[in-house]
């Protein structure tokens, strides 16, 4: 009975949407406050004797706000706050992660149901998916990401993946409390920060690199102006003048595409103190590297399996920038304009740690950049190793005395 029920009290609040213009996606609260409208209606219409009272009235007032303001079926995983990510292969396989590991779902799809909620979710973000563009990448106003490929880049079915952001950390202390790392190296790294050291952090995918990148611009000094720049929004920087920037896909007729170079590029027309990139995948990696030259500190993330293949891969992404560019120029460019590369891995606990932190001095042997291990793991241990500390004039001049820094247990 209560499924019937619910379908009536659905349709009037669908009603009542469309004769008050409520936006359902942006305004909740406006849309709870109709749901128990429409619930007042039908309790009365109980009351005497037209309809069914409801057996189970808060399930009901919960399905038909997830059906009409969330995204219905898939709503519950939203809410888990234990779920990271939320996939579909088929309509009949939901998939969920928790602590890193996939759970296969009880909840079964139709394909009409996946194109509707898909429609759902890119209402509010601009963003558009056909044939002629099968990929989109997108920002729920929850601040999850959502990507969907369709066919036929896929075989049959609409491939959908939503990344939750569980763990939100404001400041590398957050990451100390998570035991992403021991207080001594998050002093390091604050303060590295503090001084204006360039950082690079990388790691696998769902390593915690972009959590990490958003503690580490807690750091930032309050009075400091920082340009973030992102694929789609992700970063939420706890300064007072910041200001965030995204890529934009093509339109219908191939036009107003603007890629991350272009992003990184307006970025520094705009006064920044600090320049921050969500993630540097191709060629972008060359206008970061001449932003950092320029002497705009900055930070950024790259997918690697370890610093030191960070800092291959730095040297080979901005080649594909043009066939003028060259490794004669880019590896002596990457040696002076990255300080410090925090290497995260995901444990077979699904813990998100820092594995190794390493410096640059800037200077190059041979073709390859020298490096130091300032940290490194040993057991479930994060210790110190035998490298020091680059740009100790700049720890200097901030007030801190590395050799004392590095050297705290």
């Known amino acids: 009975?209560?499924?019937?029920?619910?379908?009536?009290?659905?349709?009037?609040?669908?009603?009542?949407?469309?004769?008050?213009?409520?936006?359902?996606?942006?305004?909740?609260?406006?849309?709870?406050?109709l749901v128990d409208e429409a619930l007042a209606t039908w309790d009365e219409r109980a009351g005497s004797g037209a309809v069914q009272p409801l057996d189970d009235r808060p399930?009901?007032?919960?399905?038909?706000?997830?059906?009409?303001?969330?995204?219905?079926?898939?709503q519950q995983y939203l809410e888990?706050?234990?779920?990271?990510?939320i996939w579909i292969n088929d309509p009949a396989q939901v998939f969920v992660a928790r602590g890193g590991e996939p759970e296969l779902t009880t909840t079964i799809l139709d394909a009409?149901?996946?194109?509707?909620?898909?429609?759902q979710m890119l209402k509010t973000s601009g963003?558009?998916?056909?044939?002629?563009?099968?990929?989109?990448?997108?920002?729920?106003?929850?601040?999850?990401?959502?990507?969907?490929?369709?066919?036929?880049?896929?075989?049959?079915h609409w491939a959908v993946n939503i990344r939750k952001y569980v763990t939100r950390a404001t400041h590398v202390d957050d990451l100390v409390r998570l035991g992403s790392l021991p207080a001594n190296v998050a002093a390091f790294l604050a303060a590295a920060v503090v001084s204006g050291l360039n950082v690079l952090i990388s790691g696998a995918t769902q390593a915690g690199k972009t959590t990490a990148l958003n503690a580490l611009a807690g750091c930032i000094p309050p009075r400091e102006r920082v340009v973030t720049c992102e694929e789609v929004f992700e970063l939420k920087v706890p300064l007072r003048d910041v200001v965030s920037l995204q890529c934009r896909q093509p339109s219908l007729e191939g036009t107003g595409e603007i890629p991350l170079r272009?992003?990184?590029?307006?970025?520094?027309?705009?006064?920044?103190?600090?320049?921050?990139?969500?993630?540097?995948?191709?060629?972008?990696?060359?206008?970061?590297?001449?932003?950092?030259?320029?002497?705009?500190?900055?930070?950024?993330?790259?997918?690697?399996?370890?610093?030191?293949?960070a800092i291959t891969k730095m040297c080979t992404l901005p080649l594909l920038a043009g066939e003028n560019v060259s490794d004669r120029f880019v590896v002596p460019t990457v040696a002076s304009a990255i300080d410090i590369v925090v290497h995260l891995t995901l444990d077979a606990s699904g813990a998100r740690r820092v594995a190794e932190v390493v410096g640059l001095s800037g200077r190059v042997d041979g073709g390859v950049i020298e490096t130091s291990v300032l940290y490194h793991r040993v057991g479930d241990e994060l210790v110190r190793g035998d490298g020091f500390a680059p740009q100790p004039e700049r720890f200097a001049r901030a007030g801190y005395d590395v050799v004392d820094l590095m050297n705290a247990s």
Do not use: W, Y
């Open 1 to 33: 009975m209560n499924a019937e029920a619910a379908a009536h009290i659905e349709d009037h609040v669908r009603a009542l949407i469309r004769t008050k213009g409520v936006d359902p996606l942006r305004d909740t609260e406006a849309v709870r406050g």
């Open 59 to 74: 399930a009901v007032a919960k399905a038909i706000l997830a059906a009409v303001a969330g995204l219905g079926p898939l």
């Open 80 to 85: 888990d706050p234990t779920i990271e990510e």
């Open 112 to 119: 009409r149901q996946v194109r509707d909620l898909v429609e």
């Open 127 to 156: 963003r558009r998916l056909d044939l002629s563009s099968p990929f989109v990448d997108a920002a729920l106003p929850g601040g999850e990401r959502l990507h969907v490929v369709i066919p036929d880049v896929t075989r049959e």
């Open 262 to 309: 272009r992003l990184v590029k307006e970025a520094l027309r705009m006064r920044p103190s600090r320049i921050i990139i969500g993630e540097v995948r191709e060629a972008e990696s060359l206008d970061m590297l001449i932003a950092l030259n320029a002497g705009v500190p900055g930070m950024c993330t790259i997918h690697a399996n370890s610093a030191r293949d």
